[in-house]
């Protein structure tokens, strides 16, 4: 098997360097003229899709989510054949790996995602007692290091290498359990606040683990922190901005992108938002579908522009597997085109049949270079 | 204080989602004597009413929900031991769950908040609830009401797969079965033969009073 896979894992990544190297510019290239400033010939077309990608591969989801070169393989099938621009190099579980190598536990079903047994932190005393994450040994995280590694190896001076991490603040809401997180911010907020000190350092280890491994941008994804529905606005401001704005301060800059951020559109104003993420030091602000077709986008990206910060807008697993995919992205990119913009697949679901996304991926680039 | 003073500030506590308040004047009025059925449904569970409305108004977010039901959460774990001792007092009893493979819960805790509330027997199976839990516990608890929450385009499937268990289990048309979540509409509610949908946990409370009538209340 290990030679197998090892020999599949070589012939996908001919395949990708080639069709990579067949356009005007690679994924990586093109990501870091998007860094620059520079104009490109069409955005970068990521697809969150992680457990969609076992049975592609032959695999189980469970499998994916504990070897690391399954998952490798998995990625690298999906992306081969849909001809997307990164692969998502990290266990489809993100919400899990941090937590998990603190000491809770995670549950593993054979065919769908794994999750979070119980709070790890019941009482004030089980803080005390959570140390930072032994890199060579914690959970999967010498696993996760190995993906990065074996990816940058192989594609690393052609493709881009995403990997995704959560924010503190989703960190913490595992940790803690999200109920009694939110309740605590009117209990004991003191505790609140220790328990996000503690998951800022845990991620700024981890994700410069990832970085200085070869991963070219962490992407800290934090459905906890999705406006109105998570989180009050005022409570982004006051608990969410600033602990990831500390862990960005600690990462090389424009390394990190945050993500998962859903229902800006709920705020008062949509804006303050966006100027949080900007102040916190993201190199790229994420508005997902339904937001990016509920706010004004176009003004959202003038904004982004006179920071330098890049524009990452989202389409939802919905239409992709339900709707008009060729309406919704056109309507995108006449609103988001030039340079700077990222078209993300919100997410592929298990079940969504491949010609859909492969129809999503090929409307990003027709259209966008129209 | 009189009665109707303690039953408002109760209500104030839920809406402000003050948890202290909302225990101590449970604690005050079980101690001049309100029962404790009228605590929840005149003071707690009119406050999550009102709360309920201002989401629908746009002044609150979910989050306020969930901060509000906390509150009244706190208070309940004083009350409900005054109520399991009285079970005829129940509306009736609904098992709810978050579908298999589906760990989105936000919604549907804040239904079974609501339901609590008005006077439901709830059982929460929790999350990535499979055909056969939904079945054993309807069965087990003689239920009224079967609730399945799905939030994934991928997830909302096994909603029609809970149907077809209830009806070979022959325990529809007796026990209603409703649906919600945020990945499902009304039109898929009618297609599967489910008993109802709802939008939100104000309509799931309408929805579930609506098929039960009071049960020695
Ligand atoms: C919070 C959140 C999370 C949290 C989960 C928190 C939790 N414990 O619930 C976290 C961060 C863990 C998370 C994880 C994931 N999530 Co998520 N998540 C969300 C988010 C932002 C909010 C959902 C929510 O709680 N809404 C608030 C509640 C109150 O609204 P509601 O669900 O509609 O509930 C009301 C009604 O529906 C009704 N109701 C609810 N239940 C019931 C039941 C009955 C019987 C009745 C009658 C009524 C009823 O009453 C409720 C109260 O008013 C949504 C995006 C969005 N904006 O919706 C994505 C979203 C649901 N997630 C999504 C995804 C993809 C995921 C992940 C797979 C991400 C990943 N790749 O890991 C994982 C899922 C893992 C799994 N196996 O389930 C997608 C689903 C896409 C799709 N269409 O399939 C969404 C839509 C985001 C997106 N656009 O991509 N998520």
Redesign the pocket.
Same mark, same amino acid.
């Given at each position: 098997m290990g030679a197998n896979i090892d020999a599949r894992i070589n012939r996908l990544v001919d395949t990708i360097r080639n069709y990579q190297c067949n356009e005007t510019f690679t994924s990586l290239k093109r990501y870091e003229l998007n860094r620059q400033g520079s104009e490109v010939d069409r955005p970068n077309v990521i697809l969150?899709l992680?457990d969609h990608a076992a049975p592609m591969a032959q695999m189980t989801v469970e499998e994916i989510c504990r070897d690391s070169k399954k998952l490798v393989c998995s990625q690298l099938t999906a992306m081969s054949d849909y001809k997307s621009d990164a692969p998502l190099l990290n266990f *489809?579980?993100?919400?899990n790996i941090e937590n998990e190598a603190v000491g809770q536990s995670v549950h593993y079903p054979e065919n769908?995602?794994p999750?979070l047994i119980e709070p790890l932190i019941k009482t004030h005393k089980d803080l005390d007692r959570l140390r930072l994450p032994n890199l060579e040994q914690a959970g999967r995280i010498p696993q996760a290091i190995e993906i990065v590694r074996n990816f940058n190896e192989k594609l690393g001076s052609v493709c881009l290498g995403c990997g995704l991490v959560q924010g503190p603040w989703?960190m913490a809401?595992?940790l803690r359990g999200?109920k009694d997180l939110l309740y605590d911010t009117k209990r004991d907020i003191d505790f609140v606040h220790e328990i996000l000190d503690y998951c800022v350092e845990v991620c700024v280890v981890y994700a410069n683990a990832l970085l200085s491994n070869g991963l070219d941008l962490v992407i800290f994804?934090d459905? /906890?922190a999705?406006i109105g529905?998570?989180i009050s606005p005022e409570n982004f401001y006051r608990l969410v901005v600033p602990y990831t704005g500390r862990v960005f301060s600690r990462l090389p800059k424009k390394s990190a992108v945050w993500l998962?951020i859903?229902?800006i559109r709920n705020a008062p104003d949509w804006r303050d938002i966006i100027r949080g993420e900007i102040a916190a030091g993201t190199s790229a602000v994420f508005i997902?579908? *339904?937001d990016c077709f509920s706010i004004d986008l176009a003004e959202a990206k003038r904004i982004l522009v006179k920071h330098d910060v890049q524009l990452w807008v989202?389409v939802?697993?919905?239409v992709i597997?339900f709707g008009n995919i060729k309406e919704r992205v056109s309507e995108l990119i006449n609103v988001a085109s030039g340079g700077g913009v990222t078209v993300y697949a919100? /997410?592929v679901?298990y079940d969504c049949p491949p010609e859909r996304v492969r129809c999503f991926v090929e409307s990003v680039k027709s259209i966008s270079s129209h | 204080m009189k009665k109707d003073e303690v039953l408002l500030n109760l209500q104030n506590a839920v809406v402000l989602a003050n948890f202290e308040d909302a225990l101590s004047w449970t604690g005050y009025g079980l101690k001049e004597g309100i029962p404790p059925f009228e605590l929840i449904t005149e003071g707690l569970s009119k406050g999550m009413i009102n709360v309920g409305k201002k989401?629908e108004d746009g002044d609150y977010y979910?989050t306020d929900?969930i901060l509000s039901s906390g509150a009244m959460n706190e208070a309940l774990t004083i009350l409900l031991p005054f109520l399991k001792k009285r079970k005829s007092k129940y509306l009736g009893k609904v098992v709810?769950g978050?579908v298999t493979?589906?760990?989105?819960?936000? =919604?549907?805790n804040? @239904?079974a908040t609501m339901l609590i509330g008005v006077g439901f027997d709830v059982y929460d199976l929790g999350?990535?609830v499979s055909k056969e839990e939904f079945i054993n516990k309807a069965i087990e608890v003689q239920a009224d009401i079967v =609730?399945?929450?799905a939030?994934?385009?991928?997830?909302y499937l096994y909603q029609l797969d809970i149907k077809k268990a209830l009806d070979e289990a022959g325990l529809t048309p007796k026990v209603k079965y409703?649906?919600? =979540?945020?990945? @499902?509409y009304r039109q898929w509610a009618r297609e599967i033969g489910a008993d109802?949908?709802?939008?939100?946990?104000?309509?799931?409370v309408n929805?579930c009073k609506s098929f039960v009538s009071a049960k020695g209340v």
């Open positions: 969150e992680t *489809p579980d993100f919400y769908s995602l999750v989703s809401a595992g999200f994804t459905g /906890w999705s529905e998570c998962g859903w229902g997902g579908d *339904p989202g939802d697993a919905e597997r919100n /997410w679901t | 989401y979910v929900m709810l978050s493979d589906d760990i989105h819960d936000i =919604g549907k804040i @239904v999350v990535n =609730g399945a929450s939030f994934m385009s991928s997830t409703i649906i919600g =979540g945020g990945a @499902v109802g949908f709802a939008n939100d946990a104000l309509e799931a929805l």
